[in-house]
C-alpha cells in the first residue's frame, strides 16, 4: 500500500464513521469516530477468528503502516496544538498562570512518582516484574492530561473563563514537559542518560530551547502578518511556521510542543489584535478549526484502530484496568495538592479538584509515547496498559464531564 492509497483509506474511513456518528450515534465527533473504529477493529479480530482472515491482515498491515508514534509526535501534533493555542486567551491564561503553571510541572512529576510507585506495588499480585523505573516511566506515559482530548471538550462545554483557561491552558503546557520527563526517564531506562545531570540539561535544553523558539517564531509571524493584507498568503505563512518550525525544533533538541504552544498564543491574541485584518482573522480561523478538526478525527481513528496491532494478554489487561483507579488517584491527589497550596492566596469554586482530575482526559499523547519505546518484554505491558487507560479516558470520562459540570453547577 503506498502513500496516496494509505491517505485514502484513512479519510474514507474518517469520513465514513463521522457520518455513521452524525447521523446515528450522536456523540462528540472525536469521541464516536474513536468507538466505532474499535468496534470496527473488533468485528475484524472475529471475523478472523471465522475464519476470514485476509480482511484482518490487510488491515493490521494498514494501521502498521502508519507508524502511529511518529505520524502524531512529529507531524500532527504541532498542527493541533498550534491551532488550539490559537483560541486560547492570553489575558486569562495570565490570571491562572500560578495553578497552570504548577498543574503543568509539578502536577506531572507528582502523578509520574505516584502512578510508577502504585503500579510497581501491584505488579506483583500478577506475577509481573516490571522493574521500579519502567513504573515511572509509564507513569511519565500516562501522568499528562492530553491536549487533544481535553480541548476538543472543553471549547463546547460554554465553562467559565477562568476554568477553561485552566483546564485548557495546564493540558498545552503540560505536554511539552510530560514529554521532556518522559525522555528523561526513557534515557536512564535504556543507559543513555548517566543521571541527574543529563536529565538536567535535556530539561534544559528542551523546555527553555522550546518556549525561547516559540517566542522567536511567533515574533517572525507577526511580523510578517503585519506587514501585508493578503489572508491566502497569511494563512500560508502560518503553515510554514507550524510545519517549518517543528521540523527546525526536533533539529535542535528543543520541545517542539511547547514552540508551538507559545507561537499559537501570541499569533492568536497579540497577532489576532495588532497584525491582522478581520478579513484575515474570518480565514484564518475557519483555516485552523478545518485542520484541528480534521486531524482529531483521524487521530481518534487510528486510536480505535490501534487495537489490530497492540499485543494483549491478560496479565497486562488486568493491570490495565487496576491501573485506572490508580490514575485518578494519583491526579486527584496532584490537583488537591496544588489547589490546597494556593488557596490562601486564590479563590476556587467548588468541586474544582473533582472536576480537573474527571475532567483530565489521556489520549493520543500517552499511546504514541508508549508505542515510540525500543521492543521490550516491558514495552508490550506498558502499551498494553496504556492503551486500557486511554479507552476507559475517551469513552467514559469524555461522555461524562458534561454531567458532572452540570451536577457541580458550572453551568
Known sequence: MNLFELIALLLGLSAAFAYFNARLLHLPTTIGVMATALVFSLALVVAQSLG???????????????????????????MLLFAGALHVPLDELGRQWRIIGLLATVGVLVCTALIGTAIYMVQRLLDLELSFIYCLL???????????????IVQKLGLPGALQ??????????DGFAIVVFLGIAG??????????DVAILFIEEVFGGVALGFVLGAIGYWLLRSLDEYIVEILITLA???????????????????????????????????????????????????????NIILFLLIGLEVLVISFNRQSVMLGLLAIPLVLLARFLAVGGVVHALAPIRDF???????????????????ALALSLPSSSEREVIVTMTYVIVVFSVLIQGLTVA???????YK
Not at 533538541?253 to 497584525?275: D, I, Q
Not at 454531567?403 to 453547577?409: G, K, N, S, T
Request: charge should be neutral.
Open 52 to 78: 476470514l482472515p485476509g480482511l484482518t491482515e490487510w488491515a493490521e498491515q494498514a494501521v502498521a503502516a502508519v507508524d502511529f508514534d511518529r505520524t502524531l509526535l512529529d507531524a500532527m501534533l504541532a
Open 349 to 367: 469554586k467548588r468541586g474544582v479538584v473533582r472536576l480537573l482530575t474527571w475532567g483530565g482526559l489521556r489520549g493520543g499523547i500517552s499511546v
Open 165 to 174: 483557561a485552566k483546564i485548557a491552558g495546564e493540558s498545552l503546557f503540560n
Open 138 to 152: 509509564f507513569g511519565a506515559v500516562i501522568a499528562p492530561t492530553d491536549p487533544v482530548a481535553v480541548l476538543g
Open 241 to 295: 511556521l507550524v510545519t517549518g518550525g517543528y521540523a527546525l525544533a526536533l533539529r535542535l533538541h528543543f520541545s517542539g510542543p511547547l514552540a508551538m504552544v507559545v507561537a499559537g498564543l501570541l499569533l492568536g491574541n497579540h497577532g489576532r489584535r495588532f497584525a491582522m485584518s478581520e478579513t484575515t482573522r474570518i480565514h484564518l480561523d475557519t483555516f485552523w478549526e478545518l485542520v484541528d478538526k480534521l486531524l
Open 403 to 409: 454531567p458532572l459540570i452540570q451536577w457541580l453547577r
Open 188 to 197: 536512564i531506562a535504556s543507559g543513555e542518560a548517566d543521571g541527574a545531570t
